[in-house]
């Protein structure tokens, strides 16, 4: 009796220690979905597509991560109540994928022919990927930091994303088009979890996405490119 006795504290001892150990490894990072859907996306009418660029094809390249920072996989921290800071990573997809995949269904929103690959470049001239494409998007990140302050009674959320945007004309190899966009997003909320990081950093990316591409200038020359013989 007193053996069983025994074995049965020896083994709640045990139990407690490995819970202590997994909650402290559950807890030694987070990893949010990142990632834009463009199916709520309300397009501009002057870049929605029309009859002219019917068929002419758009690639998008993978973005260049150009963060000043060690570990470019690092996409954020969550600052615990005792201080401690965790690290945020992205779960699925590196973030100069998700980009390029967020632009990719934007556009496609837009009614426009979007390749499905999702092509790689250096963001020179002289290496413009040579592919049958009228057009090239691409760019670099210069920002993205998803920050969580957890306190009592809400826990602060803060997304700042800044990226550089280039737009190629493929027929002629030739850059014809930059621009920078910054997005912040922020939020107050009671409640604490993986899943709001992601919410908010996600946000944060498509309103950046969308800010590309709400100048005017920028949807004229896509479709005068588009509708060149």
């Known amino acids: 009796m007193k053996m069983n006795k ?7 001892v045990l139990m407690v220690c490995v819970c202590s150990i997994l909650g402290c490894v559950a807890n030694s990072l987070y990893s949010v979905n990142l990632r834009y859907d ?17 068929g002419k ?47 990719k269904e934007y ?29 090239l998007v691409g760019g670099n990140i210069e920002e993205m930091e998803i920050t969580c302050r957890r306190g009592f009674p809400t ?20 850059i014809i088009y930059k621009r920078t966009v ?3 997003s922020s939020q107050e909320h009671v409640s604490f979890s993986e899943e709001r990081l992601g919410d908010q950093a996600s946000i944060a990316l498509g309103d ?6 709400e100048e005017k200038a920028l949807a004229q020359k ?4 588009l509708a060149a013989q």
């Open 38 to 54: 463009a199916a709520n996306a309300v397009i501009p009418s002057y870049l929605t597509a029309d009859q002219k660029v019917q």
């Open 107 to 135: 556009l496609g929103k837009a009614g426009y022919k979007v390749n499905a690959k999702i092509e790689k470049w250096d963001l020179k001239e002289e290496n413009l990927p040579k592919i049958n494409s009228r057009i």
């Open 208 to 213: 950046s996405i969308e800010k590309v591409f």
């Open 182 to 184: 910054e997005s912040v």
């Open 155 to 174: 826990n602060s959320y803060k997304t700042t994303i800044k990226l550089n945007i280039i737009l190629a004309d493929l027929a002629n190899n030739k």
């Open 57 to 103: 094809t758009i690639s998008v390249a993978e973005f260049t991560d150009t963060r000043q920072m060690e570990d470019r996989l690092v996409i954020g921290r969550v600052v615990e109540r005792d201080g401690m800071k965790i690290l945020v990573l992205p779960k699925y997809a590196k973030p100069t994928q998700a980009l390029a995949k967020g632009i």
């Open 6 to 12: 025994w074995c049965y504290l020896a083994g709640l």
């Open 222 to 225: 896509i479709k005068e490119i």
